[in-house]
Structures are given as structure tokens and as C-alpha cells.
């Protein structure tokens, strides 16, 4: 069997972290890349770079620029798109072409199945690519439509905010709704423990990209942005 | 127990399983019969121990009306979903109850406190709310309306521990917490298939490998589309918040009589 590529995989996230795992698991020389440095050094030597940032847009869009700008011409690029849709991040990189959209919330370790979305310019080679190494990780994947959020983000990231609106409301406390949904419904956790989980910043970021192509309905509860450790002035239109 | 449908006689056999002596008032003499066929399968089941199941039966008595049932500690409502419906029971319980007895109703849709009102005593009324099938699910959300007494709260959360079950207190809000906070399961996966991001097959699939027992698709084809739909528009109705506004395509679905398994085809077929 030919050596595997080279994998590089920006961000410091749950979801970045278990993407570096199941990628040396599977045989992969895999690095982490914590910063623009990193990825100036790193990513001309890769065949795959995976941007995971944690929730900061302006960051995301910093790392985006600088892989693509380092990027080989036959490499792949996967881009989270959760917190942006997979068109803005392909725009951002300047090699749309080479660029994949995916669907990791949290850690892969709990995601069988992960959602892969192309810009309007990616290359068909590139989907074969970004399906063919998330197989290697042991993943199903699924080609869905460049909608925010995804299936997976929009899910999980409005449960949370609908548990933690109901928080707000006075309804129940959380760790009592956490219990009630596990209990009342079987989800495998309860949502405000899941965004704890996946990071409340990044929930919230889903939800203000929702919120940015969808309106109102995705507003981020005022508890998450409390826990996310933001200001409400931030994100009020 | 006031009402002897899936959910009332599903309370009366986790009650008397838990040595309460148990009085099932219902009307209708059909419905008192498939009751009984019901409990000894519940307390069958509930109760491996045969002497024990039978025993457990010998502890309710299905009778007709309220007025044979004058000396309880604990009256349940659990007849069907309609206000007024409900408010004539509470009506009668407010003239037939003990002065001191619990009064509690098992609705999931409606506000407590308007329930209540009939009464003149709705700091003894709560929300005692099981989920199906009640028998089984772990779950009771304890409903503390407006004016329900931190005392009332207290007897039923002890009523509910007793039955072996957890209580989470919750107040008199639409849809309280779990009918309220699962609406974005469902819309979420709707709305996605809407802007066309993906088939149902496919919503499914991506959550289940999130590790959701049953994707949302399958799992509204199994409740029925219509109830589902009924559910969002009950919550909506009473908030009108966007986050929550029922979508479109259920809409049409429900209208063309998608309705899930009952009528064969929802988002999936299931044969004739």
C-alpha cells in the first residue's frame, strides 16, 4: 500500500481534535496547526488540510486565506462549514476548486455519518477526495446542499438554543431541561450539555450564521451568549 | 384516575404497582372493559411476580363516576385534550374532592392555570404530565401553575417519586420543557428538506449517526404527522415566535394526507 498524504489540521476545537485522532488512527501522518505560522510551514507539504477553527469568523476567514494560500495545486482543502456556508469558505480560500465543505459538531468520535456540501467552483476530484479520506476514517458521508448549518449544526445548535430560551423563560433550570430531554425523548444528551460539549462559542456561531442567511428565528438565546462568554451588543442587529 | 384511555389507565397500573389504592373513573362501559384487558397486561409486565400483578389489580376499581370516588388524596385528570372538556371534570372534582386532596391534570397542550380556573381552589391544582407510554417512560414533568402552593408542588413531585419515576418541576408555559424543546428536532430536519439541502433518508441517517435513537423523519412518520404538526402549532399559537413557527411542508404533507405509518406514506412508504 503507497504511503498515506500528509494531513494537516487547523484549530483547537473538540472537532479538530478528533479529526487529528481518527486521521493518525487510520494511518495518516497527521499534524495539529495552532496558528498562521503553522500553516505557512506546514500546508505546502500537505495533501489534505482540514480547517477546523474554533468560532472567531474573522480568524476563520484569516486561516481560510493563508491555506489557500499555501495550499498545493492537487491538494484537498475541507473547510467547516458550519459556522459559514461552504461557498463563503471556498470565496475565502481563492482556490474554490480544491475546496470541500464538511459537517463535524463536535468530537468525530461521535459522528458515524459526516455531511460533505461543494461550493459552486469545486472540482469533482476534490468530493471523490473528501469522500474517499473520510471512508478512510471509518465515516459514511452524505452530499447535501450548501445550507447553513447543515443538518447537523442547525439540529443540534437550535435544540440548545431552544433549551436554553426555555432556561431564560424560567421554565426549568438546565441541568433540570438536560434531564427532561434525555429522559422525555431519548437524545443521547441533554442540549445545553451538548453545547458545553462541542463549545458554547461554536453553537453560537452556527446560530449567527443561521441567524445571518435565515433571520430572527436562529437569534442566539441570551444564556448561551452568557455562557459562550460574549456580550449581547455583539451579535443585536 | 379520571379517564380511562391509554395514558389514565397506563397512571392507575404504575400507581397501584407502587401499593396505591387506585379508583379508574370512566364513562364509557366499552372503554372500562378494554381498560381492564389493559391493566393486566401493564401490571403483567410491570410486576413479573404473578401474586403480586394480581394483587396490584385488586387495588383499582374501575368505576363509573366521579361520586363513587369521594375520599381520594390524589385525583388525576387524563381525559382527552379540550378545555372545556377538562374544566367540567375539574368542575365536578372541585364540588365531589376532599377539601385537602391534590388535584392534578395529565395534560401535555394546555395551560394548567386555565384548567384550574372552574375550581376556586387552583392552589391545589398542578400538572402531573406523563409521557407515553406511561407505564414505561421514566419522565413526569410536575406542572407548577401560577397559583398551584409550593405544598401541592411538593405532593405530587413525592406522588411521582413514589411511582418510581423523576420528576422535573416546570412552569405553566406552552409545551412545557419537552414538547417545547424537541420542536427544533423536527422543524430543523423540515426546513432543511424544504430549502431542498437533502432527502429525508438523508436527514436521517446524519442524526442518527449523531446517535439519536430514530432520525426526525422516521420518528414523525411514526407519531403522525398530523399530531406532530398539532403539537407545533399549539406551542406556536401560544408564543408566535419565529424559532418555533410549524413549516410548510408538514403543512401540505398533512393536507395531501402524508400522515406517516397510519396512512401508509409520510416521508417514507410503507406499503399499502
Redesign the interface.
Same mark, same amino acid.
Given at each position: 500500500m503507497a504511503p498515506k498524504g500528509r494531513v494537516v489540521v487547523f484549530g483547537r476545537g473538540p472537532a479538530a481534535g478528533g479529526i487529528l485522532r481518527a486521521a493518525l488512527d487510520a494511518g495518516y501522518r497527521a499534524v495539529a496547526l495552532k496558528d498562521l505560522r503553522a500553516i505557512q510551514r506546514e500546508v505546502p507539504d500537505a495533501a489534505i488540510a482540514v480547517e477546523a477553527s474554533a468560532a472567531d469568523h474573522l480568524r476563520k476567514r484569516e486561516a481560510l486565506e493563508a491555506i489557500g494560500n499555501a495550499l498545493q495545486p492537487h491538494a484537498l482543502l475541507l473547510a467547516d462549514a458550519l459556522p459559514a456556508t461552504a461557498a463563503e469558505c471556498a470565496a475565502w480560500t481563492g482556490q474554490p476548486r480544491l475546496c470541500v465543505g464538511y !459537517?463535524v459538531?463536535g468530537s468525530l468520535a461521535?459522528?458515524?455519518?459526516v455531511?460533505l456540501v461543494r461550493s459552486p467552483a469545486t472540482y469533482d476530484e476534490a468530493m471523490e477526495k473528501a469522500r474517499a479520506f473520510f471512508a478512510d476514517l471509518g465515516r459514511?458521508t452524505?452530499d447535501?446542499?450548501? &445550507?447553513p448549518g447543515? /443538518?447537523?449544526g442547525?439540529? /443540534?445548535a437550535?435544540?440548545a438554543?431552544?433549551?436554553a430560551?426555555?432556561v431564560t423563560?424560567?421554565?426549568?433550570s438546565a441541568d433540570?431541561?438536560d &434531564?427532561?430531554?434525555q429522559? !422525555?425523548?431519548?437524545?443521547? &444528551?441533554g442540549?445545553l450539555a451538548w453545547a458545553r460539549e462541542v463549545g458554547v462559542d461554536r453553537i453560537v456561531a452556527i446560530l449567527e450564521n443561521l441567524q445571518r442567511h435565515e !433571520?430572527?428565528?436562529?437569534e442566539p438565546a441570551p444564556l448561551l451568549l452568557k455562557m459562550a462568554g460574549k456580550r449581547k451588543e455583539t451579535v443585536t442587529r | 384516575m379520571i379517564g380511562a384511555g391509554t395514558m389514565g389507565a397506563g397512571i392507575a397500573a404504575s400507581a397501584s404497582a407502587a401499593n396505591y389504592e387506585v379508583y379508574l373513573v370512566e364513562l364509557a362501559a366499552a372503554a372500562r372493559e378494554r381498560a381492564a384487558a389493559g391493566l393486566t397486561k401493564t401490571l403483567g409486565r410491570l410486576l413479573p411476580d404473578a401474586a403480586g400483578a394480581e394483587a396490584a389489580f385488586g387495588r383499582i376499581r374501575l368505576v363509573d363516576s366521579v361520586a363513587q370516588a369521594t375520599s381520594g388524596d390524589i385525583y388525576i385528570e387524563a381525559v382527552p385534550e379540550v378545555l372545556d372538556l377538562k374544566r367540567t371534570v375539574f368542575a365536578e372534582l372541585a364540588r365531589l374532592a376532599p377539601a385537602g386532596a391534590l388535584l392534578a391534570t395529565n395534560t401535555s397542550s394546555l395551560a394548567v392555570g386555565e384548567i384550574a380556573r372552574p375550581t376556586g381552589r387552583a392552589q391545589s391544582v398542578v400538572g402531573i404530565h406523563f409521557?407515553n407510554p406511561p407505564a414505561v417512560?421514566? =419522565?413526569v414533568?410536575v406542572v407548577r401553575a401560577e397559583q398551584s402552593s409550593d405544598e401541592s408542588v411538593r405532593r405530587a413531585v413525592e406522588f411521582v417519586e413514589r411511582l418510581g419515576k423523576?420528576p +422535573? @418541576? +416546570?412552569?405553566d408555559?406552552p409545551g412545557? @420543557?419537552?414538547n417545547? +424543546?424537541?420542536?427544533?428536532?423536527y =422543524? $430543523?430536519?423540515l426546513?432543511?428538506i424544504d430549502? *431542498?439541502?437533502?432527502d429525508a433518508e438523508?436527514?436521517d441517517? @446524519?442524526?442518527? *449517526? =449523531? *446517535?439519536?435513537?430514530m432520525g426526525?423523519c422516521r420518528l414523525m412518520d411514526l407519531i403522525g404527522l398530523d399530531v406532530n404538526l398539532a403539537t407545533t402549532r399549539s406551542v406556536y399559537e401560544a408564543t408566535h @415566535? $419565529?424559532? =418555533?413557527?410549524p413549516s410548510p411542508l408538514q403543512e401540505r404533507m398533512v393536507a395531501e394526507g402524508r400522515l406517516g405509518r397510519k396512512s401508509s406514506r409520510g416521508f417514507y412508504d410503507y406499503g399499502a
Open positions: !459537517g459538531v461521535d459522528q458515524r455519518v455531511e459514511e452524505r447535501v446542499g450548501d &445550507r447543515l /443538518i447537523c442547525r439540529t /443540534i437550535a435544540l438554543n431552544e433549551a430560551w426555555a423563560h424560567g421554565v426549568a433540570d431541561v &434531564r427532561a430531554m429522559l !422525555g425523548t431519548n437524545y443521547p &444528551r442540549p !433571520g430572527e428565528a436562529y | 409521557f417512560m421514566k =419522565l414533568e423523576t +422535573v @418541576v +416546570v412552569r408555559t412545557f @420543557v419537552v417545547r +424543546v424537541a420542536r427544533p428536532y =422543524l $430543523e430536519a426546513r432543511a430549502a *431542498g439541502a437533502a438523508c436527514v441517517a @446524519v442524526l442518527e *449517526g =449523531l *446517535g439519536f435513537k426526525p @415566535v $419565529e424559532r =418555533l413557527r
